[in-house]
């Protein structure tokens, strides 16, 4: 989703040299109408989403850190360390924000995906590497053979409730922030072909998603089922963030893996808030008034990233994961169909290119 969201806004960015909003992704199917009173509506609601989106991830990465304090360290969770937690990680990602792409984001976002990159090898290493290999080849053909169902899987009948607290819930997040990353990865395309814009925002990181799930997923399952550590009891009574850190103190050298996870979990999430409030920022920003590097007024940025940080600290305080849930199903559902619209813009845009050419 966010490939095709950013397909339609490179499109019309640089090709069409439409205006930089999402709103301009649409002329396609509306005509001109988008440029005007019509698309700034749009881009409201699209706003709207996102902030939702990234009130929810907030709010998860504060919960993570927190609990893995708590399970680590002894440090209680509590509303006064989520509102401790909730500061460090706005000062980061706005300071970030505020320094722009080439400065700020690309210094934090490269360490973490060093970091990413060292976890993964880490865990090939140490962990049981052919079981690994064995389950991810079995899982790929599980996930291909049953790909339809369970990807519609709503257990109206069951009443199971892995739909709601997963499937729905994670598609929700996903979709609420799809348009503006779309439009963040097409400022990251100019002169790119669709073909190269593709492999590395769809293929490359579905790659890295795969051996990612096989290594830590499996040697997860390995630890369960064949050495019986008793991590499916963590998760089930403490949560997925303790049995994250048990998962880390198994495996050799937990006195390094685990502070560095730490930092892991604050820049990954610090890296989306970065990469959004610099979005909605430029959003809000007329065309005319951009510079040549493309970056929004430091003011918009530090406005938006203070406040989406500290609606996420309210929500966690007074209504903990089901109030981040309420959030971002509100938010999703018109996002989801921006989405949609997305899709059938990238089509539209692509086929007239073709046609020209010919």
């Known amino acids: 989703m966010y490939t095709v969201c950013g397909i339609s806004c490179a499109y019309a960015f640089y090709n069409m040299k439409a205006p930089r909003t999402i709103s301009s992704a649409f002329i396609p199917i509306f005509g001109e109408r988008m440029k005007g009173f019509w698309g700034q509506i749009l881009d409201a609601f699209i706003i709207f989403s996102l902030a939702g989106g990234i009130v929810t991830s907030l709010g998860e990465g504060v919960l993570q850190v927190a609990s893995g304090l708590d399970s680590q360290f002894g440090v209680p969770s509590t509303r006064v360390s989520w509102g401790i937690i909730s500061l460090l990680m706005i000062a980061i990602y706005t300071a970030s924000s505020c320094a722009g792409i080439k400065r700020g984001m690309r210094f934090i976002s490269d360490i973490n995906g060093k970091l990413f990159f060292v976890f993964l090898g880490f865990v090939f290493i140490v962990g049981p590497t052919i079981f690994n290999i064995n389950l991810g080849l079995e899982a790929l053909a599980n996930y291909i053979e049953s790909f339809f169902s369970r990807h519609l899987f709503l257990a109206p009948i069951s009443g199971d409730n892995f739909p709601r607290i997963w499937t729905l819930f994670f598609f929700a997040i996903w979709y609420a922030w799809a348009p503006v990353t779309g439009m963040f990865l097409a400022r990251m395309a100019y002169?790119?072909?669709?073909?190269?814009?593709?492999?590395?925002?769809?293929?490359?990181?579905?790659?890295?998603?795969?051996?990612?799930?096989?290594?830590?997923?499996?040697?997860?399952?390995?630890?369960?089922?064949?050495?019986?550590?008793?991590?499916?009891?963590?998760?089930?009574?403490?949560?997925?963030?303790?049995?994250?850190?048990?998962?880390?103190?198994?495996?050799?050298?937990?006195?390094?893996?685990?502070?560095?996870?730490?930092?892991?979990?604050?820049?990954?999430?610090?890296?989306?808030?970065?990469?959004?409030?610099?979005?909605v920022a430029m959003m809000c920003t007329t065309s005319d008034a951009m510079k040549g590097d493309d970056e929004a007024p430091v003011m918009l940025k530090l406005g938006w990233g203070v406040v989406m940080g500290l609606i996420a600290w309210i929500v966690i305080t007074f209504a903990k994961i089901d109030g981040l849930r309420a959030i971002v199903s509100l938010a999703a559902a018109p996002a989801a169909l921006v989405v949609v619209l997305q899709a059938i813009a990238s089509y539209r845009m692509l086929k007239n290119d073709a046609s020209v050419k010919r």
Do not use: Y
């Open 191 to 279: 002169g790119r072909t669709v073909r190269q814009f593709a492999v590395m925002n769809l293929l490359l990181p579905s790659a890295f998603g795969m051996v990612w799930f096989t290594l830590f997923g499996g040697t997860a399952i390995h630890m369960e089922v064949v050495e019986n550590l008793g991590i499916a009891k963590i998760l089930s009574e403490k949560g997925v963030e303790a049995a994250m850190f048990a998962f880390l103190n198994f495996l050799p050298l937990a006195k390094i893996t685990v502070p560095a996870f730490f930092v892991v979990i604050v820049l990954s999430f610090c890296t989306t808030a970065d990469a959004m409030t610099s979005t």
